[in-house]
């Protein structure tokens, strides 16, 4: 009897596994209703780690499972308390405000955002996280020089005549 049990007990392992890694390759691909599908049964069998909880919530969120996205970043959030994440925590906290903002739940959405503000400025930061400049230059889009702030670079000029917008392409090429 025990040995059916363990062989079971086997199975039921291996096909979370493979669940899982099904969830984590279809996100990866942004195939989000493969990738909410395969994590949500995973996470029916074992308890999903931070990192697939997020990418549960994620994928529930882009494709409009308001309900599941909130309750899996709520996991999120406390996952991430407990680990002593702090900013991921944050982090959780500011996306589960934003969706109850944009749903229209003002009062829960305020206590989330309040939450994460606490977070971030418990940890001497004013932002949870920075874009790392090889990802994004603030510079490049906004026009401000890389030696002084006040200094504002010209990017390029263009006119419009008629229903064309004319770049000079020299000054794009500088």
């Known amino acids: 009897m025990t040995n059916l049990t363990d062989r ?22 942004h195939e989000w209703n493969d990738a909410f ?9 074992r ?14 969120g882009l494709t409009a499972r308001d309900d599941e996205m909130l309750m899996t970043q709520e996991r999120l959030y406390n996952a991430r308390l407990d ?29 989330w955002l309040g939450r994460a503000q606490r977070l971030v400025e418990r940890e001497g930061r004013d932002c949870v996280t920075e874009i790392p400049p090889e990802r ?13 702030n ?8 263009s006119t419009i005549e008629g229903d064309e917008l004319l770049v000079d392409r020299d000054a794009v090429m500088r």
């Open 150 to 157: 006040s200094e504002v670079l010209e990017k390029f000029t």
């Open 8 to 29: 079971k007990s086997q199975r039921q392992e291996t096909e979370a596994s493979e669940l899982l890694e099904r969830g984590r390759a279809a996100f990866e691909r």
């Open 47 to 60: 308890a999903l780690d931070a990192d697939d909880l997020e990418r549960l919530s994620w994928s529930a």
């Open 83 to 111: 680990a002593g994440e702090c900013l991921a925590a944050a982090r959780a906290a500011f996306w589960l405000g934003f969706r109850l903002l944009a749903l229209g739940e003002i009062g829960r959405s305020g206590g």
């Open 37 to 45: 599908a395969a994590l949500s049964l995973a996470d029916q069998s």
């Open 136 to 148: 994004w230059d603030y510079r490049i889009d906004s026009g401000v020089s890389a030696y002084a």
